[in-house]
């Protein structure tokens, strides 16, 4: 076998030779393009944690739909937005009109909301695998499936698109936004709203867990090779991107399951970017004191 | 103060008419079930003397159940439980140490010779799951075993109800006559279809049992248990299988995920054969809500997929 034929076997014959692969790496770069800029601002808004605590919020949504129509994409995708953005805009506006901070008002709401969740599934009585649907299986994505993420992350570039210079604004200098009379508190809701939306795409693909990791550890990642905020989502999309494809050779290759070969993937490049990233990394920060020193 | 008394009178009488209907319902056994297809077979082999309580109810998984107070407070005031054994509910001992129950434990599995897995994955062409020499505990899936389950069942009701041990005897041995009648029709269903046929594929290894003891040939993406989560190289494994060895329908079940299955058909283009009913019985309504339905349907399905391809 030559070396060709070698790399060709290893990289690009498994998405040749199979439907479910090219849908999955399909849906991870559909995913990829939507929770990067997303997951940046995040980081930038320091709100990581957020991503995380809508993550849970879209429980009893989904819970609802699985109960009121099984195990039907729409009734399952409308319940975890509907769920995620009540949960998110009660804990904005909560943040916004009173001394409680962002944090703690979200995560007083999502822990409510992920034991009504919870107790919705309980109620059931019957638990037919409703595990299995939280923790979604990207080998699994169908043609709706992929045609709700598709949609899902244009709506969200065209509206980071519309309101990026807002956003940004409302990021570093909230004040002056406000002076020059933005809306800052509707970009905020906005943007929310974008949050929710691409959680619950990520978990049509990855379940409730996983989809956190693909938008918020390349947005952290991505802090230490791009120093402003659109070649930051820039360099997230792309690693979100490369996560995909790598973790979905692990997991063709080493037979390994996929979606947490696709966010130990993410992790590994994050912590790649700790050590050796091009800024504020341990090794560049080393680098430039040595520089210095000398 | 007549009114009072009268009242008073009223709430006795009331109350012993309450007594009386509970000393008549003590009359009954109470029989827990871990799950409804346990559940079925005791509700055949105890008639009218038991009562008994599943607990994994239609179309529930019993691998991964998470039992209520309500179904330690049931446990703990039965007569006798009934377990299926060999590894099926790992959530059951723990369930009978914490309600305090003390009575007997029937593993209905007992006397059965256990697989270990399936015959693919001792080839070593078992994608996906994980590789440990987990036993299988999905011995009803083979009608012979359902007769020793019957079996287990009767003697333990005999055990805690002496009174009943003649009438338990006899419907055992109808329950039995009925379950072997049914086997000598999967026996022939089945062979009329030339072995080569005899291949399909379902979404979790709940089959082989059926396999081994009807000559049938089960592929399937995840392992033995519901929980093992598939990976990419076990699908496309599954695939090359599927169209390589000439896979004849492809079934999905009522306790799992669809999609994967559903994705799986599409892509290797073999037609889906409808639900097959593996580890919990349907709804009344539905197609298999008892054990010789529910064989009923899997077998005439599995035949009627496998027909089409010849």
Redesign the interface.
Same mark, same amino acid.
């Given at each position: 076998m030559t070396l060709m034929t070698y790399l060709f076997d290893l990289f690009l014959a498994?998405f040749q030779?199979?439907?479910?692969?090219r849908? =999955?790496l399909i849906a991870c770069m559909a995913l990829a393009l939507g929770c990067g800029p997303v997951g940046v601002l995040l980081v930038l808004k320091r709100m990581s944690l957020v991503g995380d605590a809508l993550s849970h919020a879209v429980l009893p949504g989904v819970a609802i739909g699985f109960l009121v129509s099984g195990?039907s994409l729409y009734a399952m995708t409308l319940g975890g937005i509907a769920a995620g953005l009540a949960v998110a805009l009660v804990a904005g506006t909560v943040a916004r009109f009173t001394l409680l901070k962002e944090d703690a008002s979200f995560a007083a709401m999502y822990l409510m909301s992920l034991a009504m969740g919870v107790l919705i599934v #309980?109620l059931r009585? #019957?638990?037919?695998?409703l595990?299995?649907?939280l923790?979604g299986?990207i080998? =699994?994505?169908?043609d709706a499936d992929l045609i709700l993420v598709a949609t899902i992350s244009s709506v969200t570039l065209f509206t980071l698109a519309l309101i990026y210079r807002a956003l940004i604004v409302e990021c570093f200098d909230p004040g002056y936004l406000r002076s020059v009379g933005g809306r800052g508190a509707a970009m905020h809701f906005i943007f929310l709203v974008l949050v929710v939306l691409n959680l619950v795409a990520g978990f049509r693909a990855l379940g409730t867990l996983m989809a956190v990791g693909l938008m918020m550890l390349p947005a952290a990642s991505s802090r230490f090779w791009a120093t402003q905020a659109w070649s930051m989502a820039l360099a997230a999309v792309g690693i979100a991107m490369l996560s995909g494809y790598v973790g979905?050779l692990l997991?063709?290759? =080493?037979?390994?399951?996929?979606?947490?070969?696709i966010i130990l993937t993410a992790g590994f490049c994050y912590i790649f970017s700790v050590i050796f990233g091009a800024h504020g990394s341990i090794y560049s920060r080393r680098r430039l004191g040595l520089h210095l020193g000398g | 103060m007549l009114v009072i008394t009268r009242i008073f009178v009223l709430f006795m009488a009331l109350f012993m008419v309450g007594a009386g209907m509970a000393a008549s319902a003590e009359k009954k056994l109470k029989v827990i079930a871990s799950f409804s297809i346990l559940g079925d077979i005791t509700n055949n082999v105890g008639g009218d003397r038991v009562e008994v309580i599943t607990l994994v109810g239609p179309n529930g998984d019993a691998h991964v159940f998470e039992p209520t107070p309500a179904d330690a407070k049931a446990v703990a005031s039965a007569d006798l439980v009934i377990v299926n054994g060999l590894g099926m509910e790992g959530w059951m001992e723990r369930l009978i140490k914490t309600s305090g129950y003390k009575g007997p434990v029937v593993v209905a599995a007992q006397g059965i010779k256990p697989l270990e897995g399936t015959e693919e994955e001792k080839e070593g062409h078992k994608p996906g799951a994980k590789h440990e020499h987990k036993i299988d505990p999905h011995a009803w899936q083979n009608l012979a075993n359902g007769q020793i389950y019957a079996d287990n069942i009767g003697k333990g009701l005999s055990v805690v109800d002496p009174a009943g041990a003649s009438i338990y005897k006899a419907t055992t041995e109808a329950y039995k006559a009925k379950l072997a009648e049914l086997d000598k029709w999967v026996k022939t269903e089945f062979s009329s279809i030339p072995k080569p046929q005899r291949r399909v594929l379902t979404s979790h290894d709940a089959f082989g049992y059926l396999a081994a003891a009807y000559g049938v040939t089960i592929l399937s993406p995840m392992g033995l248990s519901t929980e093992s989560e598939p990976s990419a190289g076990g699908v496309a494994t599954l695939i090359k299988q599927i169209r390589k060895e000439k896979i004849t329908a492809v079934f999905i079940e009522n306790v799992s995920d669809p999609r994967l299955v559903e994705q799986i058909s599409k892509e290797s283009g073999v037609k889906l054969g409808g639900e097959l009913y593996s580890d919990a019985l349907s709804k009344p309504e539905g197609p298999a809500p008892t054990y010789i339905d529910m064989f009923k349907n899997n077998v005439t399905k599995m035949v009627a997929a496998m027909r089409k391809s010849l």
């Open positions: 498994p030779d199979f439907i479910f692969m849908h =999955a195990l #309980s009585g #019957s638990n037919i695998d595990i299995h649907v923790f299986t080998l =699994a994505v169908d979905l997991s063709y290759h =080493a037979n390994l399951p996929s979606g947490p070969s | -």
